[in-house]
């Protein structure tokens, strides 16, 4: 038997890489498959339960995930990068907005919100998505963290009507939102993004639910 050539060896080993590419990337491919339903459902999932914490599933009938306009960056909202509204509707009629939205000024830097404003131009409900908020200080504008479980600070916005808008200042600077004492910052941030949100909607309100699902109005 003769002893293998240099190009032998390289067409063989070239042939094994292949080989080996083709079978990983067929794993790679099923396991994808095999698990993009489930990362799907449970992000759907977290999605609606963050929707049920600021907006009642009794407020609407609609299929709201699929219910969407597409914003580019909006200054008004804090939105660099853009974001989505959603639409609610109950027997077809707007039942409320809600929006994606972001803080700038936080203590730590930005803080994402999702911010629930009813047709009637109320507020339904607010939740930080994510913050870097100092633990124990100013973390307190996610329930989550909140020491005060019964009554949280976030909840404060849910009782504000559109009269009130206006009006949506921490009370340091002449509004009526409390704060904790020794971290006005991270609620005046919060405070403010609430209340832009709250005018985008108004001002907004007609052109948003008249957009074709998944455009830009």
Not at 49 to 78: H, M
Not at 86 to 113: H, M
Request: hydrophobic share 40%; glycine share 10%; aromatic share 6%.
């Amino acid at each position: 038997m003769s002893e293998p050539t240099a190009l032998g060896l390289s067409v063989r080993t070239g042939s094994v890489m292949v080989a080996f590419t083709a079978v990983f990337t067929a794993i790679m491919a099923f396991t994808f498959s095999a698990t993009k339903a489930r990362i799907d459902a449970s992000a759907t999932e977290e999605k609606m339960k963050l929707i049920s914490e600021v907006l009642p599933a009794s407020s609407y009938d609609n299929l709201l995930l699929d219910d969407f306009v597409t914003l580019g960056p909006t200054r008004e909202l804090g939105l660099d990068e853009g974001g989505r509204i959603y639409r609610a509707r109950k027997g077809g009629r707007p039942a409320a907005l809600l929006i994606e939205t972001t803080a700038p000024d936080g203590y730590s830097g930005r803080i994402e919100l999702i911010v629930a404003i009813r047709a009637d131009g109320g507020v339904s409900g607010v939740r930080a998505v994510t913050h870097r908020e100092t633990p124990g200080l100013g973390d307190y504008i996610d329930p989550k963290k909140d020491k005060n479980k019964k009554s949280p600070w976030i909840a404060q916005f849910a009782e504000l009507k559109a009269a009130d808008i206006p009006g949506c200042k921490v009370i340091k600077d002449g509004g009526q939102i409390a704060y904790h004492t020794g971290a006005t910052i991270s609620a005046r941030a919060v405070t403010n993004a609430v209340a832009r949100a709250a005018r985008y909607a108004a001002a907004n309100h007609n052109r948003l639910f008249a957009a074709p699902s998944g455009s830009k109005p």
